[in-house]
Structure formats: structure tokens, C-alpha cells
């Protein structure tokens, strides 16, 4: 393999051997040309191949990572082809994606019939699927659709079917392919049948679970939210906890993911952006339509480093190169931002009594820092060009960001201000409230950590 171009590069260890996969190796030790790309980016990428255009052409992206004068998505030192460019266009700098043929695409259903039609009602997710299909089809290419099982023709509901036969080349049957990671089938992520939300499972205790806890209160009823990874993504499952999505109380929130699931509760793990009691699921390049349209009011994200500039970066951090996914598209285009993360990381312990935090072990990796190792989203251009409002959620402060830095708003309750938070900052907060606020001390309650 000579190159590969990717959203994320999400690369757990093998749980016998403790092998990263063959791929991430492979970028490890620079074997192979790897990029980087924004997932909305590449799914619209797609449709430009598709309609045969010269390329893609967004303001998403400019100043980070994926902008030719920072790193123009280069992940290895082999990468050096400049596959994004920046233009002007009508006085304004733009990013510009150009399009190439595609030869194949490998692409996933659930049922096919003779003539390839597919329908995708054991998918808890349908991805860009058509749009990959639509692209490599365009270009000349072959289209190879993995499914479950064949069905006789005519067997379906024409509004089952999603992608017309006309746009695949081959099937290839394997009946018994994964659902979701590490899930079996689950009739609650298909609408066929609804969990009671008092029977979700509830999020591990930990630090997590208090970062949780306290991002749930900017979360508004009757206005989309779309969360991220990690302690953002228990969001949903802690407000179930708390009982705020009983009953009907659930249809209240709308929640979402950039997979295109809406309704229901937002499930952490390997079963994230599959909710469960869906209400609707639409494809994936759809749904980076209504991100980019700013019909997302709220995203909760999280941060792995977070520096004096106002710089986010979750993508390229130590060792780890996960990529950025749908970082980039949501956080540019959200009215309200809440970064989650832990203040520390690499060791951290900590426990709680008495409705106070306490830190038993420091992590060894502070993620306030000078600069960060890459530019994912720079928050004060989101502030300043589009009045964007920004907080950071971490387990013993909280922060709000405005065009002069990051500000202390608010500290756990057992936590010393020199000690627990400005010592482990590179920077320091331009302001810290005076008095300072304490977190509500119901956050720090004994069976939140462990």
C-alpha cells in the first residue's frame, strides 16, 4: 500500500497481543504515505468526484492541520504531495480539495437481491455508502458491496431500498457480519423494539463521569446536540442516570452524532454515533449537511491539548495520531463549544469524599499547554468570526474562552488553585475569577469515582 488518506486512525491494541493493527505500524515506522482529511471533508469530496468537478472548495479547515501553510494533512514524513491547495476565490482564502478517479469501492449493506439492489434495516448506521457507490461509479470504477444475505427480487419495499443495484458491481456474502463493534445485534439501535432508559448501562465511575456530569448542564431541551468521543459522549448516558430522560422527558433533547443517528441516547464505547431508541438515521454525507449548516446549536467535544492560543488539538498528540474525524467540521460550525477532558493525563488517579475532589496521583501529561503538537480548531477565530461560545469541562475546573484567552470560571470543590490547577498549567489563565465559584458539589458524589 503506498498512501492512505483517512479521518480517523483509530488504533486499538490487540487484546491478547497488544499489537497496534498492521496499518497503524505500517505509519509508525513510515512505510507508507499517510493523510489526513476531515470525514465531512472526504464525504463531500465524494459527491464533487461524483458530479465529475474539479474539486471541492470550503472555508472549513483554514488555519488547522489540514491548511497547506500548517501541515496540508501530512501524518508521516513520506507524505509530501500537496493534495489540498489554498485558493482565492472572490477575495477570500479558501481550501481546495481536487478530485481524481476512483477505481473501487467497498461499501456494506444488509440484504442484496439478483440485481444488487441493497437495503441496509440491520445497519445501525448507513454511512456514505450511496455516496462512495455514486463516486466510484462516476469514475469508471467497480463497486463491491459486502452483505449478510441474498433476498428473492421484488421482495422489499421500494423505500427499504436504498441503493439501486445500477450503481454495484458485486456482492460478496458474509452471513455473519459484525453489527457493531464488540455488539451483537440489537433490535434497540434499529427502532424494532425500545430499552427502557432506566436499563441503559451506566457510565464507569472516574473522573469521566464528573466531567460528564457537569457539561450535561449546558445541554438544553429542544435544541439539536451532537456530542463527541470519550467523557462528552457519556453525556446523554449520566442525564439517563439522573433520570432527566425518563419517560417522555427523553423526546425533549435531541440528540445526534456525525453518523447521522438522531433521537434516543448517544451510547459510549465502540457503540458510539449508534444510539440507542433511534428515531431516525440518515447517511452520513446528509448529515454533515446539517453540521455544516449550523443546525447543530450545542457540541460537546473533547480536547486532548489545549494551548496559551487558543489552540485544540485531538489529533496528533505523543505517539497517538488518531486523526481529527468530524472534530473539525462540528466545532467550526457549532454555536456553543464544550471541550471535555481530564486536567491531566497519563496516570491520573483521583477519588472523592465528603462532596470533595481529590487528586491521589497526578497524571504525568499536562494538556494545558505553550503550543500545542497540532492545530485541530483554533477557538479564538471561532469566537471572533463567529461569536461562537466556548467552555472547557475538565474534572476540577471549569473554563470559559473569549477573544482574550482562557478564563477560570469555576474549581472543584478540595482542590487548591496553585497546587491542583496553575502548577500543572504550561500558561496561565489571563483570569480567574475572584471570588471563585466552586463546582456544585452533587458532582463529586462517592459512586462517581472509584
Known sequence: MKRLIAGSYINPRHPETGERPKVMQMIHKDEMEAYTWPIATSMQWLREVARRSPGYLTKTGLGTFIDPDVTGGRFTPSATD????????????????????????????????ANGNLSFENEALVSSNLAIA?????????????????????????????????????????????????????????????IPVSDLPKPPPGADKIIAARAAEAVRKHELTIFGFGASGDIPLVMAEQGLLAGDQVYDYEFTTEHGSYGGVVMSGWQFSANINPEAVIDGITQFDVIEGGLCKLAALAFAEFDEGGTVNVSKF?????????????????????????????????????????????????????????????????IKERNQQVFLVTERAVFEVDEQGLALIEIAPGIELEKDILQQMEFRPYRIAEPLPLMDASLFREDYVE
Open 82 to 113: 500537496d493534495l489540498v491547495e489554498k485558493v482565492s476565490f472572490k477575495g477570500e482564502d479558501y481550501l481546495f480539495y481536487p478530485t481524481w478517479d476512483l477505481n473501487y469501492g467497498i461499501i456494506r449493506a444488509t440484504s442484496a437481491d
Open 318 to 382: 505523543g505517539t497517538a495520531n488518531p486523526g481529527s474525524g468530524g472534530f473539525v467540521n462540528i466545532a467550526h460550525n457549532a454555536e456553543r463549544l464544550v471541550f471535555t477532558g481530564t486536567f491531566t493525563t497519563g496516570g491520573l488517579r483521583t477519588s472523592v469524599a465528603n462532596g470533595k475532589l481529590c487528586i491521589e496521583q497526578e497524571g504525568k501529561v499536562k494538556k494545558f499547554v505553550k503550543q500545542a503538537q497540532h492545530i485541530t480548531y483554533q477557538v479564538k477565530e471561532g
Open 134 to 194: 455514486i463516486a466510484v461509479k462516476a469514475s469508471g470504477g467497480t463497486v463491491i458491496a459486502q452483505v449478510e444475505r441474498e433476498v428473492p427480487r421484488g421482495s422489499r419495499n421500494i423505500h427499504d431500498v436504498q441503493l439501486p443495484g445500477s450503481l454495484v458491481d458485486r456482492i460478496v456474502v458474509v452471513e455473519d457480519q459484525a453489527f457493531c463493534t464488540e455488539l451483537e445485534r440489537d433490535p434497540n439501535y434499529l427502532g424494532e423494539q425500545r
